[in-house]
């Protein structure tokens, strides 16, 4: 198969390491790509300019001129967007259309859909109106959970005890219009230990992977802003076969069956925040992609053809092959490498070739906010989250234990990285 990958960060660098592994793949380029990405597979924009506007003109005549077969989109933006409705009938997607898509795009739409199919999840009220939501927030209890309603690249979510800094997130969302022109919605807080599972869906079935625990916020224990990610492990160890088996039926089942009955035929990957307590599950959200940085964690683990299974997901024949997802019985993590100020303001353009260069042979360096310069062939920062740091080993402690010395010894200036991933809170 001839393949276009769609994105620019960690996800998207781990999806081609494992694309690049697949049998059946011929060609594989990557739009607009990091520097981790091989240069002759790379669409960079300053080449190729903005393949995306005038309904993604550019992106059809590359497709049509290279014949692809297969697109994989990476980030959600251009999902939300439409670029699956442009694309359908040129080749095959793998992604879910603009209306499927809305199950990320807008939280009060998935509030809604939960609601509307059953599907256990939080409260929620949705507020346009500054005055009618500070007033809803003096009726509850905190914790507060405020959300704007459409994406925000993780950063959109306050879960605070501090009445006065959720009325600053209300402002934020509302009156200041930090994220865009959306609502918000004030959820009820659910208790627990999160979780991430990831679906392969074709339209007719959703078929789980392994599960990911994602570290969102900036600092040690869990502290700080959040952020998109700053490390993943898997497996997570609460959760056990008869829990996933709720998971599939409760959830993903009940999922695809709400999309059905709106005529949506749903096809890509669908991602569940969890929220695990008492050995039950609810939704905290869905995206419509795969998670950053849960799955450079899960790729390394994943003991089946990636590019397959994308394959048989957007040509809807998927649950035709496969009832279950393998994994390699491991232990995985990621740990981010990100800029000093991140997620708010911090420095590009750091050197990280000498880093970059002393990479051992047990880990995996996927690359996200990096660029290379083909002239100097050096590497530099050019993001917020810049590297993700991973091994796979037999328990977590023997994954943590290969990771960290070489973060410890091998320091890049400017830069962060949490140094509690794997441990359980």
Known sequence: ????????????????????????????????????????????????????????????????????????????????????????????????????????????????????????????????????????????????????????????????????????????????????????????????????????????????MKAARDYKRAYDKNQGPNTGGMGSVTPVEYIDSSLMDYIQKEIFDRTIDGFKKLNISYKGILYAGLMIHNHSAKVVEFNCRFGDPEIQALLPLLDEDLLDLCFHAASGTLSKNKSHISFKNLSSMTVVVAAEGYPRSYKKEMDLTNFLKNIPEDLIVFHAGTEYNPETQQYYSNGGRILNITATGSTIDEVRNKIYPFLDQNPIPNTFYRKDIGILY
């Open 1 to 208: 198969m001839k393949v276009l990958l769609i994105g620019s960060g960690g996800r998207e660098h781990a999806i081609y390491w494992k694309i690049l592994q697949s049998s059946k793949l011929e060609e594989i380029y990557v739009y607009p790509g990091n520097g981790g990405i091989q240069e002759e597979h790379r669409l960079r924009k300053e080449t190729y300019g903005d393949l995306f506007k005038d309904n993604f003109l550019g992106l059809k005549k590359f497709i049509l001129d290279k014949e692809i077969d297969l697109v994989i989109v990476g980030p959600e933006q251009p999902l939300v967007d439409g670029i699956v409705d442009s694309l359908q009938d040129i080749c095959l997607v793998f992604g879910p259309n603009q209306h499927g898509a809305r199950i990320e795009g807008s939280k009060s739409f998935a509030r809604s859909f939960m609601d509307r199919f059953g599907i256990p999840s939080a409260k929620f009220q949705v507020f346009n109106d500054f005055k009618k939501a500070i007033e809803y927030l003096e009726e509850i209890s905190p914790p507060y959970v405020i959300k704007a309603d459409g994406l925000a690249a993780g950063k959109g979510v306050t879960v605070t005890n501090d009445k006065q800094e959720a009325i600053q997130s209300i402002k934020d969302i509302l009156e200041n219009k930090v994220f865009g022109n959306y609502p918000l919605l004030i959820e009820e807080f659910l208790p627990g230990k999160e979780a991430s599972v990831f679906a392969f869906c074709d339209g007719e079935k959703a078929i789980p």
